[in-house]
């Protein structure tokens, strides 16, 4: 079975550019998450979607980082303009249904912001 | 404020022996624990888990011990092979609740 899958495995972009990056989840899995991950702050969640509606963004760090869902098999997260500090390993993961489920990780985007 | 902690940030462990990590958590609402495994460049794997209702939940080489009482959980490998040597974070939710709150995670590393 394929797992998530997550697109570019690597990013090198200058600062001031726009990145974005891309996940198709596992097939049947209704949620579906953004992850940041740093040395400093560990994993961090950035945006839920739940039936590809965005249920919580509090994690989203500021107004240049945006994440859709236009459909059950696809997101994106998007950031614009980006800066050095945004640089980390950015993972997509999915979950069947609510509840006590286990997520299910992509191997991430690791984004170099020059 | 960490609710979820992993003391340890490595450890080290003989090829064969048994490999004993440490999650302790602050949050008395949490219900629902699991543990990943993570090698570089990859995504964590879900490895097992363990609802409150349970104190042990075992999967072949795997067992997590839940402490309620003490708000502690632990995994056991055993034996431990050499590709068991990664990361291991802990994380926790309530209620099914889609927010997990994650450890720092612990290195494993085991010698031949």
């Known amino acids: 079975d394929a797992g998530v899958i997550q697109s570019p495995r690597h990013e090198v972009t200058e600062m001031g550019q726009e990145v974005t990056l891309r996940c198709k989840p596992i097939?049947?899995?209704?949620?579906l998450f953004w992850y940041r991950q740093t040395m400093m702050r560990g994993l961090e969640l950035l945006i839920y979607?739940?039936?590809?509606?965005?249920?919580?963004d509090s994690g989203m760090p500021e107004d240049r980082f945006s994440a859709k869902m236009p459909n059950a098999s696809f997101s994106t997260l998007k950031i614009q303009p980006s800066e050095p500090r945004d640089s980390a390993v950015y993972f997509c993961?999915?979950?069947?249904?609510?509840?006590?489920?286990?997520?299910?990780f992509g191997d991430g985007t690791r984004l170099s912001i020059l | 404020d960490q609710q979820v902690k992993q003391n340890s940030p490595s450890l080290s462990v003989q090829e064969g022996r048994i490999s004993i990590l440490n999650c302790d958590y602050t949050?008395?609402?949490?219900?629902?624990f699991l543990w990943y495994k993570k090698y570089p460049a990859e995504g964590p794997t879900f490895l097992i888990s363990?609802?409150?209702i349970k104190d042990k939940n075992e999967d072949g080489r795997f067992t997590v011990f839940l402490n309620k009482s003490a708000k502690h959980l632990s995994l056991h490998i055993v034996p431990s092979q050499p590709g068991d040597s990664a990361v291991y974070f802990c994380?926790?939710?309530?209620?099914?609740?889609?927010?997990?709150?994650w450890g720092a995670g612990t290195k494993l590393i085991i010698k031949p």
């Open positions: 949050n008395s609402m949490f219900d629902y």
């Open positions: 097939s049947g899995h209704n949620s």
């Open positions: 363990i609802s409150s």
């Open positions: 993961a999915s979950r069947p249904g609510q509840g006590f489920q286990p997520q299910h």
């Open positions: 979607f739940n039936n590809n509606v965005p249920i919580d």
């Open positions: 994380a926790a939710s309530d209620k099914g609740n889609y927010q997990l709150i």
